[in-house]
């Protein structure tokens, strides 16, 4: 049985002409889209979070569940600065969460 899910945000992503093309290209031979890859990755990185850092990860989702306004789909992009700007302070209080392990480079 399959579900449909309705995506509502737009994730925006700054490369270079050559790493786009090569993406591009990597994601032809895999047979995916760009956009399916990239979904992959987030989705697999999250799973990964949750089950490295379970509490940790389930306390930042309560608090940002408290703290963020609710999502209003396709904002223009004035509205989508004016949101990120209130967001400032939260991201920096975020940032100070300790780090559970060590990032690869």
């Known amino acids: 049985m399959f579900s449909i899910v309705v995506k509502e945000r737009l994730v925006n992503v700054r490369l270079t002409d050559k ?3 090569e993406f591009k ?8 889209s760009m ?3 990239l979904h992959q ?3 697999r990185t999250i799973r990964e979070e949750k089950e490295h850092s ?3 990860f389930e306390t930042l989702i309560e608090q940002t569940a408290t703290t963020r306004p ?5 904002p223009s992009a004035k509205e989508a600065v004016r949101r990120m700007a209130g967001f400032e302070q939260e991201i920096q209080s975020t940032r100070a969460v300790p780090v559970l392990k060590k990032k690869a480079k």
């Open 19 to 21: 790493t786009h093309n």
């Open 25 to 32: 290209i990597a994601c032809d031979l895999r047979g995916a």
């Open 35 to 37: 956009s399916s890859l």
């Open 41 to 43: 990755f987030i989705v």
């Open 54 to 56: 379970p509490r940790s």
């Open 70 to 74: 609710a999502v209003v789909a396709h």
